[in-house]
């Protein structure tokens, strides 16, 4: 007996419809029509045909890993697919260590150049020095020959140039001190979006919640660094945000309008591969080695 047959024969047998294993997995019917009918072809992408099947055969009451084991001639593999994200990788890390090496060779350099320039600066300044106390100690011998009889007149005119220089300078001080004040009150008003993971899934497709605070208007992106298939629903269970289907790295970022929801639930059949992010926030995934997950972010 076929994988596809031995399930609908236990969905049968527990007396459930295609409508309700629907909604128990979250699985689009006509992917459980093709998994029924060993149609593979017709799931978005290798990962994901595993993973949908697991999912199927725990919701009518199989052992997903024992299932797996014994139609696994029947499953595609995704041996190719890994293949080419580690080689994805290790082009990455390649150019990271060249990036590094030609770092380490300008480092030195530009740390020389800059002593140079920072001796001849201080060379500078020391001459300059030197060459100001000479002058001010010959200009002192000159003066202190001559002696200078100061009006009267004079000195009260200095006087009170002086004290209106005073009352200048406090009035300057009383208008900037608003506007420090309005700097603070800008700083103040910042957002400080918090996020607590409440729930946090398991088995080969698991569901993580998260609470997030702080977040008044939360711009939720998407940003892929390769393919992967995703589905967007605001609120869980409710209206499709974006088509479901594979995204690249070309489509990245997908910004997501919520409206007036104030939650969205994220599936992803590459996890590794896609980062979602509130505002600059990125939400983490508890186990980042798992390609299939959920994110439902519900906002407070």
Do not use: C
Request: glycine share 6%.
């Amino acid at each position: 007996m076929e994988i596809g047959a031995r399930l609908k024969e236990a969905r049968e047998s527990k007396g459930l419809s295609l409508e309700t294993l629907q909604e128990t997995t979250k699985i689009q019917k006509r992917y459980l029509q093709a998994i029924e009918k060993n149609e593979f072809q017709v799931l978005p992408g290798k990962f994901y045909t595993r993973a949908f099947i697991r999912e199927y055969a725990s919701a009518v009451g199989l052992d997903p890993e024992q299932v797996m084991e014994e139609h696994k001639a029947e499953l595609p593999t995704f041996d190719e697919e890994n293949t080419v994200q580690y080689s994805r990788v290790q082009r990455t890390k390649k150019e990271a260590t060249q990036k590094s090496s030609r770092s380490s060779r300008i480092l030195p350099t530009i740390l020389t150049v800059g002593l140079i320039i920072g001796l001849i600066f201080v060379i500078w300044v020391v001459w300059q020095n030197m060459s100001g106390t000479d002058q001010e100690s010959g200009e002192s011998d000159n003066n202190s020959n001559d002696e200078i009889n100061v009006p009267a007149e004079s000195e009260e005119e200095a006087s009170n140039d002086q004290e209106q220089a005073d009352s200048a300078n406090d009035t300057t001080e009383e208008e900037t001190d608003p506007a420090e004040g309005e700097e603070d009150s800008t700083e103040d008003t910042t957002e400080e979006v918090k996020m607590e993971l409440t729930q946090e899934g398991s088995g080969s497709f698991p569901e993580h919640e998260y609470q997030i605070t702080g977040a008044s208007d939360p711009k939720v992106t998407i940003e892929l660094t390769g393919t992967a298939y995703l589905e967007v629903q605001a609120p869980k269970g409710g209206e499709s945000l974006i088509t479901s289907k594979e995204y690249t790295a070309d489509d990245s970022p997908i910004s997501l309008d919520l409206g007036e929801s104030d939650e969205v639930f994220i599936k992803t059949g590459n996890a590794p591969g896609t980062t979602v992010k509130v505002g600059d926030q990125e939400v983490s995934y508890p186990n980042p080695e798992l390609s299939t997950q959920k994110l439902w972010l519900q906002f407070n």
